[in-house]
């Protein structure tokens, strides 16, 4: 069975910085690329970041390039996203997806999400 379990988040000042991971499990990890994708209350989901299997290409939304970070460590099967200077608009429930397989990692087309973790930025 297919497992993505996201954890790091909380609540946190503006300036302020968080880590997320993502445990995958079920499936083998270094064969999949990954993304993650936030959702604020009352809006839909917007797409952050995504990395492809060997963790050398990435790719960030505009609203969180130069701040954040995505990586992987495949020989542990976990997703991680690193947050920098955070701001109040970050505020989501951030998930990290699996990517289809074969659709290419620059593309989002997900066929498994995890059940997210909550990321609060407020003073």
């Known amino acids: 069975e297919v497992q993505l379990v996201e954890s790091g988040g909380g609540m946190v000042q503006p300036g302020g910085s968080l880590r997320l991971s993502c445990a995958a499990s079920?499936?083998?990890?270094?064969?999949?690329?990954m993304s993650w994708v936030r959702q604020a209350p009352g809006k839909g989901p917007e797409w952050v970041s995504n990395?492809?299997?060997?963790?050398?290409?990435?790719r960030y939304a505009t609203s969180v390039n130069g701040r954040f970070t995505i990586s992987r460590d495949n020989a542990k099967n976990t997703l991680f996203l690193q947050m920098n200077s955070l701001k109040p608009e970050d505020t989501a429930l951030y998930y990290c997806?699996?990517?289809?397989?074969?659709?290419?990692?620059?593309?989002?087309?997900?066929?498994?999400w995890g059940q997210g973790t909550q990321v609060t930025v407020s003073s």
């Open positions: 997806a699996r990517h289809k397989y074969g659709t290419g990692w620059f593309t989002k087309e997900y066929d498994y």
């Open positions: 079920g499936f083998t990890f270094s064969m999949y690329d």
């Open positions: 990395i492809n299997t060997g963790g050398s290409g990435t």
